[in-house]
């Protein structure tokens, strides 16, 4: 009799949702376009015990306004977690898995302390909405084989700050994950490479050997090439021979937290 091999477990990806996250639909599609199994999940019922976070192997904060931001961005969220679930978080970490917090998730991934520095409001004091170019110079299984990629910001604290001797650690230990940098987005748009002011053009920042991953652009904005500002152009582009993939630069970041664990 011919066995049949057990066909292998898909990763588990839980994307957190309420009050006020509202990015959760984007950032669960690139997960399940990555390959992984994701769960969009209230906050509630993981406190509540309905779900358990030692069931997925990535968690995923996404970006939105979470209560607001009316006592600062992600501080009111990062406090519900911190009272109900830090020790399951502390658990997760330990395990060796992925956090990964996008927008207004990074803003909650400091205020948790899990990322170094803080979040603050743009030197324009106003909201940004606009692609910017990235480049990667961070450790982590999140940025495997990525060198630049162009996504979308929206934000208005978006504005990565630190003190002096916290941002030379954080690039004597490799932390600093993007930078923005002046490429093909700010050229096609004319606009400057830093839409936010942030220190050192710091864009994203990494702690516990890479895998937990806090970034104020939107790679979940960015899954396919036709989201991009210049896509008309592109499709032009295409039919004299050159390339048009369907996907867009952000899915690699999905796809390398999948990656991450074996089959």
């Known amino acids: 009799m011919k066995i049949k091999p057990k066909k292998a477990k898909k990763v588990r990806a839980l994307v957190f949702s309420g009050y006020g ?25 993981i406190i509540d015990g309905k779900v358990s976070v030692n069931d997925y192997q990535i968690l995923c904060f996404p ?7 009316d006592t600062g961005s992600g501080k009111a969220y990062a406090n519900r977690v911190k009272n109900h679930l830090g ?19 990074f803003q909650i991934l400091t205020e ?14 106003r ?3 606009r692609w910017v170019d990235l480049e990667a110079e961070g450790e982590s299984p999140w940025l495997t084989g990525i060198t630049r990629l162009s996504v979308p910001v929206a934000h208005g604290e978006g504005k990565f700050v630190a003190p002096p001797k916290e941002l030379a650690e954080l690039k004597k230990k490799k932390m600093v994950a993007l930078r ?12 400057p490479l830093n839409p936010s002011g942030t220190m050192e053009d710091i864009a994203g920042v990494l702690s516990h050997e890479g895998r937990v991953f806090g970034l104020m652009p939107h790679p979940d904005r960015a ?15 295409a039919r004299r021979g050159e390339s048009f993939p369907e996907h867009g630069p952000g899915l690699a970041i999905f796809e390398n937290g999948v990656n991450y664990f074996p089959n």
């Open 223 to 237: 899954l396919f090439s036709t989201q991009l500002p210049h896509w008309p152009l592109l499709k032009e582009r």
């Open 63 to 69: 970006g939105g306004f979470a209560y607001g931001d």
């Open 87 to 105: 020790k399951d978080l502390a658990t997760f970490l330990s395990e060796g898995k992925l956090i990964i917090g996008i927008c207004n998730g």
């Open 127 to 129: 909201y940004t909405d």
């Open 21 to 45: 996250l509202n990015c959760e639909e984007e950032a669960a599609y690139g997960f399940t376009l990555a390959g992984a199994e994701a769960d969009i999940v209230h906050i509630n019922d």
């Open 180 to 191: 923005y940098v002046k490429g093909e987005m700010c050229a096609y748009q004319d606009l």
């Open 112 to 125: 948790l302390g899990l990322l170094p520095g803080a979040l603050t409001y743009n030197d324009s004091n």
